[in-house]
């Protein structure tokens, strides 16, 4: 009897909450991301454009209050991220899950966002795989494959370079680049002479360089993560003779992005690298989103992580509005399919099919612009979609 | 121990360990609470899931931290490789039967468990910590480097736990994950209980308390470390069996640090030598980040913290230890 009493005050309870949720004015989104631990600067720069957007559009959008929830995964914790959302269906009633600095959350969450039918925004989890895990998934940041394919081609049909040589960081990420700019590379007539991976946390790179050398290729590729080691790759290569403009060097481009610029000096001259923003980029939308973001935050600049956040940002807005406020997942993810718009990263769509982003890729190069090092767009590369949908061309 | 009590020993020690491990009316109150939150709070079941899921963590740590004296850092090498068993059968060979699942992680973590146990015997005090920290932080980089297996930093895919006896789906809300998670911890915690309450436990608070004087009462106490090492690894791969298929999951946080040193802290937190302790740390430890955490999802560390330093100064015994002197339950 006690038994079925409480079976029914929890029905009850479950049903207050459900027509509560029906009442409700307000649109909320959960926002999963790695508030602590070693990756809190991502989860940071991306709050940060997430709320710059908000700032800038209101927190009201179709007649609804947009109203954040923040969840701390504290790392690559997929099930914690699978429960923090759990949570956030069931006790706090979002509408829409977003953030994701990093896969493994996006990969935690895949099957709640299916299994709840919640539009889920992927704001940065780069690894191209993840957006099929669910049909409600949405990617608003950038796949590795998609910019490191797009280099290779570009390598061999502007630049001209017939052969180069790889060298990246041993974990996935790394394996990914590896892969798709070779890919491009050789679909495009080059050949690589060879590919030699790093361990991830390695302060000394001289020896890996000199391998390099000794099979005297027309570029490198190279891909190592953030912090110390832009500089001492960048050391290893200059001392081995291994720069431009004898010598090219490739990289993605977080490689060169402004705080790793200044700890590389002028060892990063002439590297060429490819990313689908790039702050310094001349254009009136991301000047205006780089001022804004400065005055935010302390003259911090915008990074990957931030204009991810923006977009992702964008897209609600945009999707609420086109369904007029109606907040149920399989409306928004049908408003959000082949939705485009100008970003301050460029013009950006999804692609109706893949659900994934499509966008203009940057091949840049580090010159002189008044005396300071910085990242100068050479060439454009419009509408690339991720190239393990087999969209490529 | 008072006379009379000495007598009782020698009369029958049997007699003896049993009266000392009846069930109290506090532990059956206990086992009656953890089902609250199916009815009362029924938005926390996912949270209470993982909770249940600690606890048994928690609880195959005791059993060599608590009662064996084995200090360590690694023991998330157990909870991982179970993790990655239930994982890995899943993703890659298709079967993903719970039951069978659960067992074979806990299996698979014994086999390894025992292995590494002739190592774990043959040192002690700060070498014990450094080499379950090197056996953890190796487990981890093995998992990283073979990506084709586990992978990599990625995560595992695919993972699809079937329903358990083939009825009980695993719902969004958490019912069916809260409902086994703790029909697993109550098993585990038995066993649990079991072995504490033997000869054999007693044996290793013997060695807890001074190992030298062991062989001198013709105890093996190697061969009784290695068992409570290898039946702790098998709980430890459970646990971790348990959160791949509760979550459908599994990343290399399982083998991480963290994970490892975070259990260590519950057990200080709840109180470490008894059962209920680890229990109670796992609780107290993951609510409070859950509720700190929705406050400010940046410094809920700093919480946990002046929490931690506040139990050691003040309930050196953790929380339970400093309750029962509370209410004069000496033990």
């Known amino acids: 009897m006690a038994l079925r009493i409480a079976a029914i005050v929890a029905l009850g309870l479950s049903a207050a909450w459900t027509t509560g949720a029906m009442a409700q004015e307000t649109v909320k989104v959960g926002l999963i991301l790695p508030y602590s631990g070693p990756f809190a600067d991502a989860a940071k720069q991306l709050e940060a454009g997430v709320t710059l957007y908000i700032q800038k559009h209101g927190d009201e959008v179709a007649g609804k209050k947009i109203e954040l929830i923040r969840k701390d995964t504290g790392g690559p914790n997929a099930d914690v991220a699978r429960r923090l959302a759990q949570e956030l269906v069931v006790r706090d009633q979002v509408d829409i899950l977003a953030g994701f600095a990093l896969t493994p959350e996006a990969v935690g969450v895949a099957e709640i966002a299916t299994e709840a039918k919640k539009l889920t925004v992927l704001m940065n989890a780069a690894t191209s795989s993840i957006i099929d895990l669910s049909p409600y998934m949405v990617r608003t940041s950038v796949t590795i494959p998609q910019v490191n394919y797009a280099l290779g081609k570009w390598a061999v049909e502007e630049a001209g370079v017939k052969q180069a040589y790889t060298l990246v960081s041993d974990y996935g990420p790394g394996h990914d680049a590896e892969s798709s700019f070779a890919k491009g590379f050789t679909e495009a007539g080059g050949t690589i002479l060879g590919a030699d991976r790093t361990p991830v946390a390695n302060p000394d790179f001289s020896a890996y360089v000199q391998r390099v050398k000794d099979s005297n290729p027309e570029a490198v590729y190279i891909f190592v993560p953030g912090g110390a080691q832009p500089a001492a790759i960048g050391k290893a290569l200059a001392d081995r003779g291994l720069s431009p403009p004898d010598t090219k060097i490739f990289a993605q481009g977080e490689l060169t992005h402004p705080e790793a610029l200044e700890s590389m000096g002028e060892t990063a001259r002439g590297v060429i690298t490819t990313f689908h923003y790039t702050l310094e980029r001349d254009d009136p939308l991301n000047k205006e989103f780089v001022d804004g973001y400065h005055a935010a935050n302390n003259g911090r600049s915008p990074d990957l992580f931030s204009i991810g956040g923006y977009d992702g940002m964008h897209l609600i807005y945009e999707a609420l509005k086109k369904t007029n406020g109606d907040a149920s997942g399989d409306a928004l993810i049908e408003a959000a399919k082949g939705m485009s718009w100008d970003s301050p990263r460029g013009p950006m769509s999804i692609d109706p099919e893949t659900r994934d982003v499509v966008q203009t890729v940057y091949i840049r190069e580090v010159q002189e612009v008044d005396g300071k090092l910085q990242n100068v767009v050479i060439h454009e590369i419009p509408e690339v979609k991720d190239p393990l949908h087999g969209a490529a061309k | ?331």
Not at chain 2, 193 to 215: C, D, H, K, T
Request: net charge positive; with cysteine; hydrophobic share 55%.
């Open chain 2, 1 to 331: 121990m008072t006379h009379n009590q000495t007598s009782a020993i020698v009369e029958s020690p049997a007699r003896w360990i049993r009266s000392r491990n009846r069930w109290t009316i506090f532990e059956i109150l206990f086992w009656i609470a953890t089902l609250a939150p199916l009815y009362f709070f029924p938005a926390y079941l996912n949270l209470a899931s993982q909770v249940a899921i600690t606890a048994l963590f928690a609880l195959s740590v005791d059993l060599v931290l608590g009662y064996a004296g084995i200090i360590t850092l690694g023991h998330a090498m157990f909870f991982g490789l179970g993790a990655f068993t239930a994982g890995i059968l899943s993703s890659r060979y298709g079967w993903g039967e719970p039951i069978s699942g659960l067992l074979l992680g806990g299996m698979v973590a014994a086999l390894a468990g025992y292995v590494t146990s002739f190592l774990i015997v043959r040192v002690q005090h700060l070498a014990l910590i450094m080499v379950t920290l090197g056996l953890g932080l190796l487990t981890f980089e093995l998992a990283n480097s073979l990506r084709w297996l586990t992978g990599g930093t990625d995560g595992l895919t695919g993972i699809s736990t079937w329903k358990i006896f083939g009825y009980f789906r695993f719902d969004l809300w958490g019912y069916t994950s809260y409902a086994y998670s703790l029909a697993v911890l109550f098993l585990g915690f038995l066993i649990c209980r079991l072995v504490v309450s033997s000869s054999f436990g007693l044996a290793l608070r013997g060695i807890r308390e001074n190992v030298q004087r062991m062989p001198a009462i013709g105890s093996d106490y190697k061969w009784h470390l290695r068992k409570v090492y290898t039946i702790s690894a098998a709980i430890a791969g459970i646990a971790g069996a348990l959160l791949t298929q509760t979550t459908n999951t599994v990343t290399l946080e399982v083998l991480s640090f963290q994970r490892s040193a975070d259990v260590v802290v519950m057990l200080i937190l709840g109180g470490t030598g008894r059962l209920y302790g680890a229990i109670i740390g796992a609780v107290i430890f993951l609510v409070a980040k859950d509720q700190l955490a929705g406050i400010n999802p940046q410094y809920w560390f700093l919480w946990i913290g002046i929490l931690l330093m506040a139990v050691v100064l003040f309930m050196p015994k953790g929380i339970l230890g400093g309750l029962s002197r509370l209410i004069r339950r000496e033990d």
